[in-house]
């Protein structure tokens, strides 16, 4: 697409016939195609095909996906109804004919595909620090700690994974939400390149980042598949993206738009709203149901002490979803519940299992449970909310229990994430190369030298102690 074209596809946020239509398949529950509006020869050109390298982290698709790891910060950011931009130098063209390449990065967790897989999944986990959040002095601890929890904790998590057929299917539903979203975007009169980027697992993000610049992409779109910012989602990919464009002077000149949370976009909440309504017709008196929001939990100290608004924007998230029904004649009575803590720190309030027994105790006989924190099916859809919480709620009095599925490719979703990258599009700016001095501090090679020698000894104490292991195991497992 030429330079002079690009600004007319840009006006063209809405485009008359191009909705998606979502089938439903045993094999492939997930996939979506283009309404037969648009010709069969169209969709087969812009379907896409995936297949998985698993020796070299590389997710092979026909037109988008590649990914590989590091770490950054970023220098002043300027947010608006979610969208990020960077303030940098845009990207200069050597020709005014330069072709206009865009591409679009979703983001995601990420999710072990084999049993084998899932204690390294853990390990990339919790070697995050920004999933644990360890004090500048100790964060030597971080690997040892992570390698310490993931051996752990391991044996339990594979039970889990195997009771949902032995892995995640977070990648092959995320790569149907990647070609979905291409496609909606060329119906459009958009052509994209769409790549997945996996935070703990492949294709990881760094290995994406690497596929874009090679495509010599010209403008990214960044979209996480979280609604809600949160530090230990959003916020964890985003840093380890900016790392690798401050220390890359192609990606450092990239014009980068990033969507930083759209949980407040009208096309999730009516999606979300569809998807409620629908469920709440199963049961024989609906609207004596109890909607039952279940989020993903974060510590409280990621709120109150570094400033997370995961909490805060989960709660007005629910509020405009409440709204959205109510509008529609719906007025059952809601609550919402955070899920899925793990050690001995104090996480978002109320814990659902608490107020799963909490209700039955009050009498509530029907419950439909809805993951507003996932747009697709994993284990803590699959396992934790549909095996564990199913069976301590039925156990705890309730009787009637139901569970909205999570949005996965369904069709008007996609079409607004797909409204949400055009939009945010003409803001793309490259992002600040600048490192802050915190982080120049500790690439100085002798504070490194220092800090690695006494981080050492503290983990062989960790690690070797009995008195602090078994008291380390009884809290953290």
């Known amino acids: 697409m030429s330079a002079t074209s690009y600004s007319g596809v840009l006006s063209q946020t809405k485009l008359l016939g191009s909705n998606l239509n979502c089938s439903t398949h045993r094999r492939f529950p997930t996939s979506c195609r283009l309404s037969e509006r648009i010709s069969t020869s169209r969709v087969f050109l812009s379907s896409c095909s995936s297949t998985s390298d698993k020796r070299n982290g590389m997710l092979g698709r026909s037109h988008h996906c590649n990914p590989i790891e590091k770490r950054n910060p970023v220098g002043q950011t300027f947010c608006s109804v979610g969208v990020c931009t960077h303030r940098g130098v845009d990207v200069e063209s050597n020709s005014h004919a330069t072709e206009e390449r865009v591409g679009v990065l979703l983001l995601n967790l990420g999710g072990p595909d084999t049993l084998d897989d899932v204690q390294p999944f853990l390990f990339n986990l919790f070697a995050d620090p920004d999933i644990i959040r360890l004090p500048r002095l100790f964060r030597f601890l971080q690997k040892p700690l992570a390698k310490l929890i993931s051996v752990f904790r391991a044996p339990k998590s594979k039970e889990g994974y195997a009771s949902i057929g032995g892995g995640s299917p977070l990648r092959k539903i995320t790569d149907e939400q990647a070609d979905a979203l291409k496609i909606a975007l060329e119906a459009k009169n958009m052509p994209v390149n769409v790549y997945v980027g996996m935070r703990y ?41 900016q790392n690798i464009f401050r220390e890359d002077a192609y990606l450092s000149r990239l014009p980068v738009s990033i969507i930083k949370s759209w949980y407040q976009r009208e096309g999730y909440i009516k999606s979300m709203a569809d998807l409620i309504e629908k469920e709440l017709t199963i049961f024989s008196k609906p609207e004596e149901v109890m909607i039952f929001f279940s989020a993903h939990g974060v510590p409280v100290s990621y709120v109150e002490n570094a400033g997370d608004p995961y909490k805060d924007q989960m709660e007005e998230c629910i509020y405009l979803i409440m709204q959205e029904l109510k509008a529609r004649g719906t007025f059952n009575e809601h609550t919402l519940a955070f899920q899925s803590r793990v050690g001995p720190v104090q996480w978002l309030k109320p814990y659902t299992d608490e107020v799963l027994v909490e209700l039955g105790q009050k009498g509530v006989k029907s419950l439909l449970a809805v993951p507003v924190s996932f747009v697709s099916e994993h284990i803590e859809t699959l396992e934790e ?28 979703f996609i079409m607004d994430l797909a409204d949400a990258v055009i939009e945010a599009l003409p803001s793309a700016t490259a992002m600040s190369t600048s ?32 008195k602090m292991l078994v008291a380390f195991r009884n809290k953290l497992f």
């Open 201 to 241: 697992w492949f294709p990881f993000t760094e290995e994406a980042i690497q596929q874009i610049k090679r495509d010599r992409i010209t403008r990214l779109v960044v979209l996480p598949l979280y609604p809600q910012f949160s530090i230990s989602t959003t916020g964890s990919s985003i840093r380890v993206m």
């Open 435 to 466: 490192r802050n001095t915190s982080e120049a501090v500790d690439q100085d090679p002798m504070i490194y030298v220092i800090k690695m020698f006494f981080g050492s000894i503290l983990a062989f104490v960790l690690l070797l102690s009995p």
């Open 385 to 412: 909310i549909d095996m564990e919480y199913k069976e301590l709620a039925l156990e705890s009095g309730i009787e009637n229990w139901g569970r909205v599925p999570a949005l996965g490719c369904t069709s008007s």
